[in-house]
């Protein structure tokens, strides 16, 4: 069973600029969830969509924004990047009641 | 105060050794618990599942709960090189709450 797939990998981008990353999710599953993760701050719930629905949201700025689609896959957007932007954003898949979550390796962006 | 705290370590033992990790949290409410291990540049897999006090094994790995002090852990028995990586506890509240919470996370080296 392929596990969830994160693209690009890595991006680069300026301040200022928006940046649209993608996450496909194990096949069945329904809820994606996306957080960051930076070497101070550690992993942060960004939000969760289950159902193209948004269900649960963290305590991020307007600028971070997301979606998801019918066939679950996911998107998150961040507009008007700044600095501190900078992160490893992982996305997560989850199917059963027991919640379990399968993340993907992650996308590397980098602001400049 | 974090709502997870866990020492960032980092954590060197030789080959053979147990390792022992731990949490704490303050938010009674967390009832379901996880371990994560994440190696350098790759998104956390999911090691462990509990939601009882109490042990449960798989293998090498032990996972331990203890709610009436907040407080979980988990062994790794006769640790490998390959081991090493970083280990994160998370927790939420409800079973289909995907919102997890994490601790910083703590980075173990086993020596060969």
């Known amino acids: 069973k392929a596990g969830v797939t994160q693209t690009p990998r890595y991006l680069i981008k300026t301040r200022g600029q928006q940046v649209t990353l993608s996450c496909s999710p194990i096949s069945g599953h329904r809820s994606v969830s996306w957080y960051q993760q930076t070497p101070g701050q550690g992993l942060q719930f960004l939000f969760e969509?289950?159902?193209?629905?948004?269900?649960n949201k963290g305590n991020f700025p307007g600028r971070f924004s997301g979606r998801q689609f019918s066939n679950s896959r996911s998107e998150m957007n961040v507009s008007t990047l700044e600095l501190g932007d900078s992160a490893l954003y992982l996305c997560?898949?989850?199917?059963?009641?027991?919640?379990?979550?399968?993340f993907g390796p992650g996308t590397r962006l980098t602001v400049t | 105060q974090k709502e997870v705290e866990q020492d960032p370590g980092p954590l060197s033992v030789p080959e053979g050794a147990i390792v022992s990790l731990n949490c704490t949290y303050s938010n009674s409410a967390f009832q379901y618990f996880m371990w994560y291990r994440q190696y350098s540049r790759k998104g956390p897999e999911l090691l462990m599942y509990t939601y009882s006090s109490g042990n449960k094994e798989d293998g090498r790995f032990t996972a331990q709960v203890d709610k009436s002090s907040k407080y979980i852990s988990l062994f790794i028995r006769d640790s490998q090189p390959s081991d090493s990586a970083t280990y994160l506890c998370a927790m939420t509240i409800r079973s289909n709450d995907y919102k997890l919470s994490f601790g910083a996370g703590t980075t173990v080296t086993v020596r060969a």
């Open positions: 969509y289950f159902s193209e629905t948004q269900r």
């Open positions: 997560a898949s989850s199917f059963g009641p027991q919640g379990e979550q399968y």
